[in-house]
Each structure stands twice: as structure tokens, then as C-alpha cells.
């Protein structure tokens, strides 16, 4: 809802991994580029893209979403989309918003959805005795969590030779500033009681696919905002 119709239109899908999303637009009638900085997500992506036919609208740049505007060499969009789980490995919110601001034309947007900072104060690693999720990192701290950990949240029978992550919680006012500051308009701000993955163990899945809280909403799951670019 945030992103609207992209049919004909250019959009850059920043942190794609290995491109679902991407190519879901494309299928939509978008020109889309995914850009991650992952060589083996890329190189699946483009595999994907050949496999379903879409590789004539949908490509894949190998880049640091910091170093993307070096790596893309000043193309501009009508959306810039990112979602799900994005955020969370960003050390710098502010240099990420000012990436988003160099790539939209005039009168463009950014579609953004993400897991809500607020949630992410929590973890089902620290459940409380009713099994709800117990603290995890403060909200306000804005250092990173950094975790040892060989499982895979993506692949649970996967083992990671590579153990360490760093994390950052950004605080929704830290993200609605950094995109204000680099010169876009916040012209739409949701909060949603549902995300698309399990986050928490407690959470029950609904008749829509989406995560909830099993008994009220206790607090927001989700966040979905449009920042738009001024002009045209």
C-alpha cells in the first residue's frame, strides 16, 4: 500500500538479499534494480531472474548499500523500496536516508515496512514464564548487540561458520528524523499488530499469513511509512 502501482515505472529494491521482492515488482510491470551486498544473494538473484523469464526487468548490483550510489553512478528512480528485517543492520540510519534522497526523482517516494523498533526491544530467548518474550536490548540505546550464534534464522537445520552479527535498534523518531533530514517529506506513518515472520515464539499466525499477538495487541509488530521526495 505504501509503495502503490509500479507498473512502468523505475524501482530500486535496496538490500534485495536474493531478490524475491524485486522480482514480485517486476512481475508487477516495474523496471527494477536490487542492489545487496552479498556476491552468493546476487548471484542467486540473477539466477532466479533468468529462471522465470524476468531478467529483461529485473537486475542485480553487488554493492554496500552505502557505496550504491558510487556503484549506480547517479541513476534516479521513482521508488526506492526496502522492507522486512532492513533497518536492523544499518549501523548509520542517517547516512542509509541521505542513499534513499540521492536516488529519487523529484516527486518520487520511498516504500518502507519494517519489523517496529519497539518490538525489537524484546526476545523469545529471554521468555518470561508465560512464555511472552523478555528484554533484550533498551530502546534508546542505539549501540549495537552484538551476538554469537551458529543457527540460521532463515534455515534452522543450517549451521554458520561465521557466528558473530551486529544489530542496531533504531528508535522510529531516529528514522522519521534521518529521513526529514535528508530533505524528504513524511507524507504517510503506519503502525500495524502483525508482522510476516514468527518473531516472537508466542506469536500466533492468523488467516492472513501475518504474526500476531494470541490474545490483544500488546504493542506494534510492524511499522510501514512514505517518504516523498519535493518537486515535479
Not at 507498473?7 to 522480482?23: K, N
Not at 553512478?73 to 542509509?96: N, Q, T
Not at 544489530?167 to 530533505?183: N, R
Request: with cysteine; hydrophobic share 45%.
Amino acid at each position: 500500500d505504501m509503495l502503490g502501482p509500479v507498473a512502468g515505472l523505475r524501482v530500486l529494491h535496496l538490500q534485495c538479499h536474493f531478490g524475491m521482492d524485486t522480482l514480485t515488482l517486476a512481475q508487477q510491470g516495474a523496471s527494477v534494480t536490487g542492489v545487496d551486498f552479498s556476491a552468493p544473494a546476487v548471484d542467486a538473484a540473477r539466477r532466479l531472474a533468468q529462471e522465470v523469464g524476468l531478467a529483461d526487468r529485473a537486475r542485480f548490483v553487488l554493492s554496500d548499500v552505502y557505496e550504491a550510489p558510487a556503484a549506480l553512478r547517479g541513476e534516479r528512480f521513482d521508488r526506492v523500496f526496502a522492507s522486512w528485517g532492513a533497518l536492523c543492520w544499518l549501523p548509520d540510519i542517517r547516512a542509509w536516508a541521505q542513499v534513499v534522497a540521492q536516488f529519487l526523482q523529484p516527486g518520487g517516494w520511498l516504500a518502507l515496512a519494517d519489523a517496529h523498533p519497539t518490538a525489537y526491544v524484546f526476545d523469545s530467548r529471554t521468555a518470561t514464564a508465560d512464555g511472552r518474550p523478555g528484554w533484550w536490548v533498551p530502546y534508546l540505546g542505539r549501540e549495537a548487540a552484538i551476538e554469537e550464534s551458529a543457527e540460521d534464522y532463515a534455515d534452522p537445520a543450517a549451521t554458520l561458520r561465521n557466528t558473530r552479527t551486529h544489530q542496531w535498534l533504531h528508535p522510529l523518531g531516529d528514522i522519521v528524523t534521518a529521513l526529514l533530514e535528508a530533505g524528504l517529506t513524511l507524507a504517510r506513518l503506519q503502525e500495524h499488530d502483525a508482522v510476516p515472520w514468527l518473531l516472537f515464539n508466542c506469536l500466533q499466525r492468523s488467516a492472513d499469513t501475518l504474526y500476531r499477538w494470541p490474545d490483544q495487541p500488546w504493542l506494534p509488530l510492524s511499522f510501514s511509512l512514505r517518504a516523498v521526495k519535493p518537486g515535479a
